[in-house]
């Protein structure tokens, strides 16, 4: 697939400040351009003579079928890149089998997005003020949604307008930009959020994991883990899954990548838990590589937002048909029947 042809349509559809809050890292675009190469520097040995039948990528994530590990990540306001935003993200994800994350920060009703069919997880950021963390929850529960992605990397929510560097997330709940506002939240809820009560819980505990399950009865991700000793106390907390990952280089700049830590995430984890990873995913080479370090599944950010803002649910359909695509490919060669058969013998020392 031609992600950079693919990049440069949706840029030229975007407005330049969309274009480039969507683009952008915490340090310059070499934070990202360093974790791209990271899984590109993943050398593979091939099983040959396997007799093995022609690729299936078929898997289940939490219990939730899949057609490939390959799932969409949450990202905020994708209204921005198209009018049906997520309700779009959904619709292109159910056509190719996936699952997708939905970001605290949508400014399109849960229950709209779910009409899209495909399965989804909520993503939470915990607010100070936990009535509108709870109230989140609740709907994002009575409309369907099957997990909830708890994000811990990034706990200070500022908006982009903010700062020059944009490395963090909105956090006025209303986009002043687009006049898009936070769907989920009542107008009352949305008063409480403007002011400290909305602002990211920056004394976020592995109790939350605990208060999550409790109230919404769902399997927590714990997403934006990088060292294996988190891994570990966040599955002891009860955690269902972690999510390896840099926040795609939103966060801090000289972070060590996803693809390098995913190995001692996997090994303290010990099969306790499914582990995922995303943050520079590009390929279905690097999802290859990912799935046989040990990950159960990769997300995608921002190439499932560039076909989202150049050709709307169609484009992410796209996006993720290539990738899988190139996955059976990567699973042919290196004699791969299933996505179990993608073990970590494939993958040379470095
Ligand atoms: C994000 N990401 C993100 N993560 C999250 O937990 N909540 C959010 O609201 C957002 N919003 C968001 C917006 C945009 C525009 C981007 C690009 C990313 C991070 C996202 O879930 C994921 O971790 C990265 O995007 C993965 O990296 P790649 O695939 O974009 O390199």
């Known amino acids: 697939m031609d992600l950079v042809e693919l990049e440069r349509r949706a840029a030229a559809r975007l407005p330049q400040h969309v274009y480039d809050y969507m683009r952008a890292t915490a340090g310059g675009s070499e934070v990202l351009e360093r974790q791209i190469a990271e899984w590109d520097a993943i050398r593979l040995r091939p099983r040959v003579l396997t007799g093995a039948t022609p690729p299936a990528t078929a898997t289940t994530v939490l219990g939730t079928p899949v057609a490939a590990p390959i799932l969409v990540a949450p990202m905020a306001q994708q209204v921005d890149a198209h009018p049906d935003g997520e309700r779009a993200t959904a619709a292109g994800a159910r056509a190719a089998g996936s699952l997708l994350g939905v970001s605290t920060n949508t400014a399109v009703p849960f229950a709209r997005i779910a009409e899209g069919g495909a399965p989804w997880w909520f993503q939470l950021y915990v607010t100070r003020d936990r009535r509108l963390s709870t109230a989140l929850l609740e709907r994002a529960v009575a409309a369907g949604a099957g997990a909830v992605l708890l994000t811990v990397d990034i706990t200070r929510l500022r908006h982009p307008r903010a700062g020059a ?123 290859a590589a990912g799935l046989a370090i040990g990950a159960r599944a990769v997300f995608v950010g921002r190439p499932v937002m560039w076909g989202l803002a150049a050709d709307g649910a169609a484009g992410v359909t796209t996006v993720l048909e290539a990738l899988r695509d190139e996955l059976v490919g990567a699973m042919d060669l290196l004699g791969a029947s299933t996505v179990a058969d993608l073990t970590p013998d494939l993958v040379a020392p470095r």
């Open 165 to 287: 560097s944009v490395s963090v997330e909105p956090t006025d709940w209303t986009d002043g930009r687009t006049g898009a506002r936070l769907a989920n939240l009542t107008e009352e809820e949305l008063r409480i959020a403007r002011g400290e009560g909305g602002r990211g819980d920056r004394g976020l505990g592995v109790d939350a994991i605990t208060w999550i399950r409790e109230v919404t009865g769902l399997p927590v991700v714990v997403k934006g883990v990088l060292r294996g000793d988190d891994a570990a106390r966040a599955v002891d907390a009860g955690a269902a899954s972690v999510l390896v990952s840099t926040h795609g280089g939103r966060g801090l700049a000289s972070s060590v990548g996803s693809a390098a830590v995913l190995a001692e995430v996997v090994s303290a984890v010990g099969g306790r838990a499914e582990v995922y990873a995303d943050s520079g995913i590009r390929s279905g080479l690097h999802a």
